[in-house]
């Protein structure tokens, strides 16, 4: 249901800021019930997508965040290695970080969101989906770091991100493979040790995920563009 708002966002042209419709006229909409309306915005809500505010109804989240401003700087070009390895080495931080934290701060409707965006990788593996798994694994990370109640991570984490897509201009990313299944299970590991409120299991799963990450980004790289 989660996806079906966001997919309604998109259709009217919504933007951050915009009001959107009410729980009410939402499942009107989408022919449910409120009470599951509720529940997709609570996880939309823990993965920073919509904001409720009481009294005033649901609005687009402003997903431009604290680092707002780098975004107009221009391409990140990964012309060697060590650009990569840079970015990699900060997102390695950050999510241990994020991950860290989501253990023992996050609630029943953001573990919710956290699952659900694993599932939603799952599903993009099994059916060679690539724009749903990129929207996935974009869910799964950001969620977690949501989850871990620091607006400053969750900008973060959605700027490191944000240069990892750009920089496919120059072929780091490719189709689903290579290391598709080894995530599917890193994420599983990161979910768990969250869920059990393990924080030192659920850095150290998310900095694993990020060093064989860095691994087929980089054997991706040398493939694609050093030849």
């Given at each position: 249901?989660?996806?079906?708002?966001?997919?309604?966002?998109?259709?009217?042209?919504?933007?951050?800021?915009?009001?959107?419709?009410?729980?009410?006229?939402?499942?009107?909409?989408?022919?449910?019930?409120?009470?599951?309306?509720?529940?997709?915005?609570?996880?939309?809500?823990?993965?920073?997508?919509?904001?409720?505010?009481?009294?005033?109804?649901?609005?687009?989240?402003?997903?431009?965040?604290?680092?707002?401003?780098?975004?107009?700087?221009?391409?990140?070009?990964?012309?060697?290695?060590?650009?990569?390895?840079?970015?990699?080495?900060?997102?390695?931080?950050?999510?241990?970080?994020?991950?860290?934290?989501?253990?023992?701060?996050?609630?029943?409707?953001?573990?919710?969101?956290?699952?659900?965006?694993?599932?939603?990788?799952?599903?993009?593996?099994?059916?060679?989906?690539?724009?749903?798994?990129?929207?996935?694994?974009?869910?799964?990370?950001?969620?977690?770091?949501?989850?871990?109640?620091?607006?400053?991570?969750?900008?973060?984490?959605?700027?490191?991100?944000?240069?990892?897509?750009?920089?496919?201009?120059?072929?780091?990313?490719?189709?689903?493979?290579?290391h598709v299944e080894g995530a599917l299970q890193e994420h599983t590991a990161i979910y768990e040790a969250i869920?059990?409120?393990?924080?030192?299991?659920?850095?150290?799963?998310?900095?694993?995920?990020l060093d064989n990450t860095l691994e087929d980004y980089r054997r991706e790289i040398q493939r694609r563009v050093?030849?």
């Amino acid at each position: 249901m989660a996806e079906q708002i966001l997919e309604l966002i998109n259709g009217a042209g919504l933007r951050p800021g915009d009001r959107m419709p009410t729980e009410n006229e939402l499942a009107a909409r989408l022919g449910t019930s409120r009470t599951v309306v509720r529940e997709a915005v609570k996880i939309l809500s823990a993965i920073g997508r919509v904001r409720a505010h009481k009294g005033r109804g649901l609005y687009v989240a402003d997903d431009d965040g604290v680092l707002g401003a780098t975004r107009r700087e221009g391409f990140f070009l990964p012309t060697d290695l060590d650009h990569v390895y840079m970015l990699f080495e900060f997102r390695r931080v950050q999510e241990s970080a994020a991950s860290r934290l989501a253990a023992t701060r996050a609630t029943p409707p953001e573990l919710q969101a956290i699952e659900a965006a694993a599932d939603m990788c799952h599903r993009a593996h099994a059916t060679g989906d690539t724009e749903l798994w990129n929207q996935g694994d974009d869910q799964f990370h950001l969620s977690i770091a949501a989850a871990a109640h620091n607006p400053f991570l969750v900008s973060t984490v959605r700027e490191a991100r944000r240069l990892v897509r750009q920089s496919s201009t120059i072929g780091l990313q490719g189709t689903l493979g290579g290391h598709v299944e080894g995530a599917l299970q890193e994420h599983t590991a990161i979910y768990e040790a969250i869920r059990t409120g393990n924080a030192e299991a659920a850095a150290q799963a998310a900095a694993i995920h990020l060093d064989n990450t860095l691994e087929d980004y980089r054997r991706e790289i040398q493939r694609r563009v050093f030849g």
